[in-house]
């Protein structure tokens, strides 16, 4: 791949939020981190809810952390092209370096967030969220293999009903064929008939 | 940043976070999905949700879906093609079962489907299933983009299929990852002979 055609993605695509940013003043980078607020909803819940849930969403909210950072990554790239380029402007920028720091700050919190349930769990608490994130990636093929199957399943029936009717066409045009092969012989052989009569 | 805070309830068996309004796993009226944290949480119940370290080795399962992939191979080396399915089925699914929070799992999913799949798209096409062996190949293709197996299993589903084009087309694009594959190069080779046969 030329470094062009791998610019051209994320280019369309950080297009979009280029757009949202700079039309409304403070749209942010993000959309809500549901994964986030279900981990605090759980964490002050009115009755206490088991350590398995809220560890659970610990972990859910890793990997939400770490697909934001991972695609804040890619669009830096971008953005930086885009900034040297002139097509954006320095507010952007700002703006862009905001959401950078607001995601290292929740990589942080995670961690420290980890140490509270069990000793040393932040060293790896974030390995352990991307190793997740890059699994159900995998695990997401599994239902695009179901949705591959179907379309082709139904590709390969119409393929068959449009090769059925062809050769329908086709037996009929033979069928045609073969009348008209006899009819002509035996008109052939009438006027022989005839000629020969006449010479009787 | 700000949090939007739900209210919860736990449901009567102790194993889901449920929304408190509607006792729902996944609700449009609070606008909140459970369900997700749900499985995650049932799948790491026997741990009490301690994961172990991201590099801790869990063999068994590992050395399971290679013994089912090397007896789905004994099978497709006698032309047992439907034995071997049901081998390679059994691995792919055992491969595909593994809990989200597995360590490596990422790297050994990746590792033991490609070629499990590949082989099924071969036992497919063997037993003239064409549709089955395209979508595994095109699995095959997806997880290894370039590794020409994929691409040159992709080919021989599609021209099961006489769609000889697209085949050619599968073909090429393994060379592009591969191009010095000498069974892409024989596989484009013969269906030039065969097109041509039959102008």
């Known amino acids: 791949m030329t470094s062009s055609s791998s610019l051209l993605l994320p280019t369309l695509y950080l297009g979009g939020c280029v ?38 969403a610990l972990l859910r909210r890793g990997m939400e952390a770490v697909k934001r950072v991972s695609q804040l990554q890619v669009e830096k790239q971008t953005l930086q092209q885009l900034m040297r380029q002139g097509t954006v402007g320095d507010s952007l ?32 608490v974030l390995q352990t969220a991307a190793q997740m994130v890059e699994h159900e990636k995998l695990k997401e093929l599994q239902v695009e293999m179901g949705r591959i199957r179907e379309k082709e399943e139904k590709d390969a029936k119409k393929r068959e009903e449009r090769e059925k009717i062809e050769e329908e066409r086709e037996k009929v045009k033979k069928e045609k064929e073969r009348e008209r092969a006899l009819e002509e012989l035996l008109k052939a052989e009438e006027s022989e008939k005839k000629k020969g009569g006449k010479k009787k | 940043m700000s949090e939007t805070l739900y209210s919860v309830t736990i449901s009567k068996d102790g194993d889901k976070i449920l929304c408190l309004s509607h006792k729902l796993e996944t609700c449009t009226t609070c606008s909140v999905d459970w369900a997700p944290l749900n499985s995650l949480a049932i799948s790491l119940k026997s741990l ?10 869990n063999a068994p399962r ?17 032309n047992e093609y439907a034995e071997a399915v049901r081998y390679y089925t059994m691995a792919v699914e055992l491969s595909w079962s593994r809990p989200l929070w597995e360590p490596m799992a990422f790297q050994f999913v990746r590792e033991e489907l490609a070629p499990v799949l590949s082989n099924r798209a071969a036992a497919y096409t063997g037993l003239k299933l064409y549709v089955e062996a395209l979508v595994d190949a095109d699995i095959v293709t997806k997880l290894r983009k370039d590794w020409s197996k994929g691409w040159f299993r992709k080919g021989k589903a599609l021209i099961g299929m006489k769609r000889l084009d697209e085949a050619v087309a599968a073909f090429e694009e393994g060379l592009e990852y591969e191009p010095d594959s000498e069974e892409l190069r024989k596989a484009i080779a013969e269906v030039d002979k065969t097109a041509g046969k039959n102008e």
């Open chain 1, 19 to 56: 757009i949202a940013m700079s039309g409304t003043k403070s749209q942010p980078l993000f959309g809500p981190n549901e994964a986030r607020d279900q981990y605090y909803s759980l964490l002050s819940a009115d009755k206490p809810v088991p350590e398995l849930f809220l560890k659970s």
């Open chain 1, 93 to 124: 920028w700002v703006e862009f370096q905001i959401a950078e720091q607001q995601e290292m700050a929740e990589l942080q919190e995670i961690v420290g967030e980890a140490n509270t349930f069990r000793e040393g769990w932040g060293q790896f």
């Open chain 2, 48 to 57: 009490n949700g301690d994961t172990p370290p991201p590099n801790a080795h």
């Open chain 2, 62 to 78: 590992n050395a399971q879906v290679s013994r089912l992939r090397e007896e789905g191979n004994k099978h497709f080396k006698k």
